[in-house]
């Protein structure tokens, strides 16, 4: 599943928790803002490319009252003159390079650049910014080494550099980072042998995401320390080894994503002291074993995808423990008793989305079975199974997406299929049915409406099963996970 960075993180909540602007004193219409800072920004203006900041800036000489900049107080030394300390011009259509001027601004405590057209590398002068607490430069064309003008950055605590082409090596040590976004670029190379000490220093990192770069090598073991750790999100990288042992000491751990590298061996993590966890993403890597029984210790665990493995065995007993399960996908593994895991699974009662597509080769459906009143999704599809279309799935009458597409069940498609009024997806293909098609089912408005379906599974970890109608697709569109 993709956290599609979704759909956990968001920075710009840490930036106003740094800078309340209760804390401020804003410059008053009677004092100016200081010189300097005045022609640091000026300066910056002149070399964007046109754009709404270049002509609102344009008249006035108190910088205090221009958009997006904000001051303070300058104290005593400063001959009453307020100094800028924030400046927030995130989606204002930025052209241009980021000047080496706003490097001038020795009071600036927060600096957001985000969400604009800015190309090129950043300036070496980043260093004097002593002061700097939040800088995002997220979501631009940005190129080059990014740590290199920031190494010496002390006072940084929320760093957002996600979405742009910056390389090169981390370098540096942020003593103060709480929040660390470095997703989408084009960081290469072993983490391990660049990063690993300066991780296991970042006491107070709360939030840290590197996914979508290209990494390599072992991911690091490091996480003894960072006790106020709360996500990890590492997906899209190549990162192999076994599952860091020391994320056990982060017991304030809610999101764990790691899916889609190329980790391996057993999923050996003690997650009995991981009380917090909510989302656990491990998918489309090359773990083997079976499923950790400690996971049922997590009782606040929501999201869990275990998908695109080598995992093989039976569901634990014990996870009909975890209570507050909503999504579950096990897809593409070697798991096999079907019966079983079942009722174990109809025990989790906020379950709603189930994947457990490809496994279970070649068993019987269960006839009898009951629970499941919640669910919305069940996938059971590729899995070879045998029997027929069984009677109790028309208790999980929320359900909207079934597939049991690609097994060898027989007999007729039951006409109470055609009161499933939400069902809105429906696939028996590639099976042995016989018999004629129930006409309820041809009756099913969520099967037959030409609207738009508005309804999307966007979880945190960002796994979309369908995603509406739109312009450029023939209708609904379903992706096995």
């Known amino acids: 599943m993709v956290i599609r960075e979704s759909n956990f993180l968001n920075f710009g909540f840490l930036a106003a928790w740094f800078f309340c602007l209760s804390s401020l004193s ?22 964007l490319i046109n754009g709404p900041v270049k002509f609102s800036w344009s008249n006035g000489t108190d910088c205090c009252k221009w958009d997006g900049v904000v001051c303070e107080d300058g104290g005593i030394m400063s001959s009453s003159s307020n100094r800028v300390v924030m400046l927030r011009l995130s989606g204002k ?13 020795d009071h600036l405590k927060s600096l957001d ?12 002068e980043f260093s004097n910014l002593k002061q700097l607490e939040v800088l995002d430069f997220s979501h631009n064309m940005l190129v080059g080494p990014a740590f290199g003008p920031i190494a010496g950055l002390k006072s940084i605590r929320s760093l957002n550099l996600s979405s742009n082409s910056f390389s090169g090596n981390l370098i540096g040590i942020f003593p103060k980072l709480v929040a660390l976004n470095i997703s989408n670029n084009l960081f290469t190379g072993e983490i391990s042998s660049k990063l690993s000490v300066k991780i296991s220093k970042l006491s107070n990192l709360k939030t840290f995401v590197l996914c979508g770069n290209r990494f390599s090598g072992c991911f690091p073991n490091v996480f003894g320390n960072l006790t106020e750790l709360e996500q990890l999100v590492a997906h899209s990288n190549s990162f192999s080894g076994p599952l860091p042992s020391s994320l056990a000491f982060c017991p304030k751990l809610c999101v764990l ?21 909510c989302s656990l993403d491990l998918a489309s890597n090359r773990f083997s074993g079976p499923l950790p ?38 897809s593409n593994n070697s798991l096999v008793n079907l019966s079983g895991s079942l009722s174990v699974l109809k ?45 109790w799935l028309f208790n999980c009458r929320k359900l909207q997406v079934l597939d049991l597409s690609w097994n060898h069940l027989e007999g007729n498609i039951p006409s109470w299929i055609g009161r499933m009024e939400d069902l809105f ?39 979309p099963l369908f995603v509406k109608r739109n312009q450029s697709s023939s209708g609904l569109q379903y992706n096995q996970a």
Do not use: W
């Not at 259509?93 to 601004?105: A, H, M, N, Y």
């Not at 049922?296 to 039976?314: F, P, R, V, W, Y």
């Open 26 to 47: 804003i410059a008053t219409p009677t004092q100016n803002c200081n010189p300097n800072d005045y022609s640091a920004l000026k300066e910056f203006a002149n070399q």
């Open 347 to 391: 025990r989790c009662k906020n379950l709603t989305t189930l994947i457990l597509t490809k496994n279970f080769h070649g068993e019987e459906i269960p006839e009898n079975m009951t629970g499941f009143e919640n669910l919305l999704i069940l996938a059971l599809g590729n899995c070879g199974l045998n029997g027929r279309i069984p009677n």
């Open 425 to 463: 997806y429906l696939d028996f293909s590639n099976n042995s049915l016989t018999g004629e098609i129930p006409k309820g089912i041809t009756e099913l408005e969520s099967l037959i409406s030409v609207k738009s379906y508005t309804y999307s599974l966007n979880t945190s970890t960002g796994i």
């Open 93 to 105: 259509g930025l052209k241009g390079r980021v000047s080496e001027s706003l490097c001038k601004l």
């Open 293 to 330: 029984e400690s996971l049922s210790s997590c009782h606040e665990l929501k999201i869990l995808s275990l998908a695109k493995n080598n995992l093989t065995g039976q569901i634990p007993q014990s996870y009909a423990n975890l209570s507050s399960l909503t999504f579950l996908s096990l």
């Open 113 to 124: 650049l985000s969400h604009n057209y800015l190309e090129g590398r950043l300036p070496l």
């Open 257 to 277: 994503d790691l899916q889609n590298n190329s980790l391996s061996g057993p999923i050996d993590l003690d997650f009995s002291r991981l009380s917090n966890l």
